[in-house]
């Protein structure tokens, strides 16, 4: 399988790693997949493969994509592409490096979760006769990262999370993630066949090669895809805007203290045209989706105004908001760590606040209607 092992460093020190968290051994076999298949493969140079889900499923892959190729440079990028039957393929685009797009349909695909595009992604790899040592990329976001979990568990690979910067030293491939609310830098290095990363660059990468037109490739993927769960849907959270993209993002913490001051907020987001959003403890009681939750385990936001209500602001949360936001925080605890971020404090209940809000943003409504 090769060997990984893990370095700490903080922000501040620029060097080479200087504390060594543990060194360890790749966890047991499983999966259908024979060890076999990746064995004695360490003789060919790692090829960089990025994985697309759909372009439904919301993410941007552009910078991903950018900063893949210049990775890859002095060797060949694959795109994996998925995409529905009769849905437009993701347009190819002409990178800083050698490419191969493959624009990768299923006849049955409706449902864009990892229980759908993990199989597809695994007959993907191997159609792509990506068999030799690899890196496979995923976009940032729980489902890329639920994705390459399973897919490392599948491929009998190392997963090295959510990364910020990626490299290749000889045979390792180098991560650098954020730990502990972004306070401290882990670098994780691995030399597995396998290696994936779900990745965020940090920065735009330089472009230093002429960018070049891809070979496209078009399959038609035949993968056994699981029946769909019995599930209902929460009408009025599935008409919200999506975080993606949003200019105003409503977000409320563990202090809305249950459902009904969700459904409140839910009320003041509807009546900005705002997009809802939760903090990981109110997804964990189960008052918010996971698909909206906000922070370094969830969604990364980029809004011109986050209004938060009964947020605390950890590190760990705000961690999931562009420090280009504006930031409106309303807590009951004036030493909550949000008002140092905040450009507007309140500090009040919000069961006191929330409705007279929502009453002026009512009456203004009406008052424009006239």
């Known amino acids: 399988m090769g060997r990984h092992r893990a370095c700490v460093r ?13 060194r360890g051994r790749p966890g047991p076999r499983t999966g259908h997949f024979v060890a076999d298949f990746w064995r004695n493969r360490m003789t060919t140079a790692r090829r960089i493969a990025v994985l697309l889900p759909p372009a439904e499923a919301g993410d941007n892959p552009e910078k991903l994509l950018v900063a893949a190729a210049a990775l890859a440079q002095g060797g060949t990028l ?3 592409a998925l995409r529905q039957s009769g849905a437009a393929p993701l ?4 990178l800083a490096a050698p490419t191969r797009w493959w624009d990768l349909s299923h006849p049955t695909l409706a449902r864009f979760d990892a229980d759908n595009l993990v199989p597809l992604f695994a007959q993907a790899i191997d159609i792509a006769g990506l068999n030799t040592p690899t890196l496979l990329l995923l976009p ?5 990262e639920e994705c390459a979990a399973r897919l490392a568990s599948l491929l009998q690979g190392v997963s090295l999370g959510r990364c910020t910067d990626l490299a290749l030293a000889g045979e390792e491939v180098v991560g650098t993630r954020p730990a502990y609310g972004g306070r401290v830098a882990l670098q994780l290095a691995s030399a597995a066949a396998c290696c994936l990363a779900t990745w965020r660059p940090a920065a735009p990468a330089p472009v230093t090669a002429q960018w070049a037109s891809p070979q496209v490739h078009q399959a038609v993927l035949s993968a056994v895809l699981p029946p769909a769960p019995e599930a209902t849907v929460d009408e009025a959270m599935d008409k919200m805007p999506a975080l993606e993209g949003a200019r105003l993002v409503v977000s409320g913490g563990r202090g809305m203290q249950g459902e009904t001051g969700f459904a409140l907020l839910g009320r003041i987001a509807g009546q900005l045209g705002a997009a809802l959003g939760g903090s990981l403890p109110t997804v964990d009681a189960g008052w918010v989706p996971v698909a909206r939750q906000i922070g370094q385990s969830g969604k990364f936001v980029s809004p011109r105004i ?3 209500v009964g947020v605390s602001g950890t590190p760990q949360h705000m961690a999931g908001v562009s420090s280009d936001s504006r930031i409106i925080a309303v807590n009951k605890d004036p030493g909550a760590p949000i008002f140092a971020r905040a450009d507007v404090g309140v500090v009040a209940e919000w069961q006191e606040l929330l409705p007279l809000l929502a009453e002026e943003l009512e009456a203004a409504a009406v008052a424009t209607d006239r």
Do not use: E, I, K, S
Request: hydrophobic share 25%.
């Open 10 to 22: 903080t922000r501040a020190h620029h060097g080479l790693p200087h504390a060594r968290r543990g």
């Open 306 to 308: 986050y209004f938060t």
């Open 140 to 144: 940032q976001g729980p489902l890329g």
């Open 78 to 80: 694959d795109v994996l």
């Open 91 to 94: 347009p190819p685009q002409n």
